[in-house]
């Protein structure tokens, strides 16, 4: 809630000025209505809704935690709420009905409103309510384990944004099920966001391979691994100092739903990824209801990529955490994060309303759990649709005025449906004008960029879908290697109650079932499709890759359980 200025239309006001009336009956016998104070009527509406931020050392500029704290702000409280910009809720109410929506209900707009023209009067300590307690409490409730960066890191006082990967070690022995997931920034005024990554023991393997090839030794403290890359070919990005920018030469595409390759990076991709969670400023944490988690395979680690801002001019230190809730009982669906990025678009010089999207073909039959949008400070609107087969198109999410300073998760009451042969469709709109206070230069041409005054356009959404049991004996029929063209094999390999895809310069990847013959590998996105000839016999796999079909035909059988050659 910060001090500005908003125009409020008359209606409102006379209907406001009626409210703080004092009511009077017919014979003008009944009294007054009773005085409003801050103790008895107004702090339970804000510890509820606004302390979660609104408290000392958080990211809003004041404490509504005690009068004190709270009455010079009194005017500029009103007037937030009245206009809904507090508590922040960027989803238009005609689009997709919210566990978590943040808005409050017209009673409590109306109690503080007339606690503001009442006098804003403190009222008897007694009725004060206790405030919540932030100290060390989790917004997930008591996490089963907290895992903090190895070590503090210190920034620079001075300089451009930095990316920094850390690598957390999970020392998991077993698979864990993550129920919910919360991060926490040991400094925010520098974390600027974060994701955090799942790296499996098998992307450590590809890591320390890529360093052998590359003459260098792997070193296990640097995060970097399989994660800090180009977010395109990197012929058209850049890299200056940690980050990675689009360079200004690159292909436009600010239509990527357009280009027939949207399942390439360099226009829009989308698969199911690594990403554990994320954070930006304003979002709440990752929990899923029961029965649907998040797996982190044994032996994984987390792998931290810190956005820092250095905003202070002075040197700052930060020692970031995440905690983790697991599934207390049987896991059903899994959960995967799907990232829709263009990462070539281009806005104009002074554009108020420039055009981007994005797009995501649905191979498989999905659901949509819950929505997080992410654009930099030029960010104006954000749209979800899906297309589906049957011609339809539907709005799923429209964020009509995107806050960069605050970043919604937003989550599905109930989980959304979407066929295969659907298409999600993500459009942005952004404001390279001097009309945008928060622009940085009005005047240049803006690409896409990890550093704040780049842009962005990201529309993640966490998408769920059942786990079918199979038999292991199952699993054995498809192990065995398999040849794409002369020279060109690659091996079906299982441990225990998983298959695993081996091919040269790509590694060992988990294959993830969605039917009794058909799997994905959730990194690369690729499906596979198992096929038996007339005698029964698994003869041929099918491979669907960034909208090619690969046909790869079994040419002899190898051990269950065998390694990786």
Not at 166 to 181: G, I, S
Not at 282 to 302: F, H, M
Not at 466 to 490: C, H, S, T
Request: aromatic share 10%.
């Amino acid at each position: 809630m910060k001090r500005t200025v908003s125009a409020i239309a008359i209606f409102p006001l006379l209907t406001l000025s009626l409210f703080a009336l004092p009511v009077i009956s017919a014979n003008n016998n009944k009294p007054a209505s009773k005085q409003v104070t801050f103790t008895k009527d107004v702090a339970p509406i804000l510890f509820k809704n606004c302390a979660v931020c609104h408290r000392p050392n958080d990211i809003a500029p004041f404490s509504v935690l005690s009068y004190k704290d709270a009455r010079p702000w009194a005017k500029s409280i009103r007037e937030k709420v009245l206009s809904r910009e507090m508590p922040p809720w960027g989803a238009d109410p005609h689009y997709g009905e919210f566990s978590n929506d943040t808005r409050l209900k017209q009673s409590e707009i109306e109690t503080i409103v007339a606690w503001v023209d009442g006098g804003a009067k403190e009222g008897a300590p007694k009725d004060l309510p206790p405030a919540p307690d932030f100290s060390d409490a989790w917004r997930i409730g008591k996490p089963d384990v907290a895992l903090p960066m190895p070590e503090e890191f210190t920034l620079d006082a001075r300089g451009a944004d930095d990316y920094i990967y850390f690598r957390v070690p999970t020392n998991f022995t077993e698979d864990k099920w993550v129920q919910a997931a919360e991060f926490r920034p040991g400094n925010k005024r520098v974390v600027h966001h974060a994701v955090v990554f799942i790296e499996t023991p098998q992307m450590v393997e590809a890591a320390r391979a890529m360093a052998k090839r590359n003459g260098r030794e792997f070193d296990p403290r640097n995060g970097t691994s399989v994660f800090e890359r180009a977010p395109g070919p990197e012929a058209q990005f850049l890299k200056e100092g940690t980050v990675w920018r689009a360079r200004m030469d690159a292909p436009v595409v600010d239509d990527a739903c357009a280009q027939s390759n949207t399942g390439a990076r360099s226009g829009a991709a989308g698969a199911g990824s690594v990403i554990l969670t994320a954070y930006a400023p304003g979002k709440n944490p990752d929990v899923y209801q029961p029965g649907i988690a998040k797996r982190i395979p044994a032996g994984s680690n987390l792998i931290l990529q810190m956005h820092y801002s250095k905003t202070t001019g002075r040197v700052e230190k930060d020692r970031t955490s995440v905690a983790l809730v697991f599934a207390k009982q049987p896991v059903e669906k899994t959960v995967e994060t799907l990232t829709v990025v263009n990462s070539l678009f281009l806005i104009p010089p002074g554009a108020e309303n420039h055009e981007a999207t994005a797009c995501y073909n649905v191979t498989r039959d999905l659901q949509f759990v819950n929505y997080f949008p992410h654009m930099h400070v030029r960010g104006k609107d954000m749209k979800y649709e899906v297309s589906y087969p049957d011609g339809r198109r539907e709005t799923l999410l429209w964020v009509e005025k995107y806050n960069f300073n605050w970043q919604t998760l937003y989550t599905l009451k109930d989980p959304l449906s979407i066929p295969k042969g659907s298409r999600f469709v993500v459009t942005a709109h952004f404001n390279n004008s001097a009309k945008n206070k928060y622009n940085p230069d009005p005047t240049k041409a803006v690409r896409f960029g990890e550093p704040t005054y780049d842009e962005m356009l990201v529309g993640y959404a966490d998408i769920i879908r059942v786990i079918p049991r199979l038999d292991p004996k199952l699993l054995d029929a498809y192990v065995g290697e398999y040849q794409v063209g002369q020279g060109m094999n690659f091996t079906i390999m299982r441990e225990g109650d998983k298959l695993f895809a081996v091919a040269p310069n790509f590694g060992k990847n988990e294959m993830v079932p969605d039917s009794d013959n058909r799997f994905t590998i959730g990194m690369a996105g690729a499906q596979f499709t198992f096929s038996r000839n007339e005698k029964g016999e698994v003869s041929e796999l099918t491979v669907e890759v960034n909208r090619q079909t690969i046909r790869a035909r079994r040419i002899n059988k190898v051990e269950a359980g065998a390694n990786n050659r």
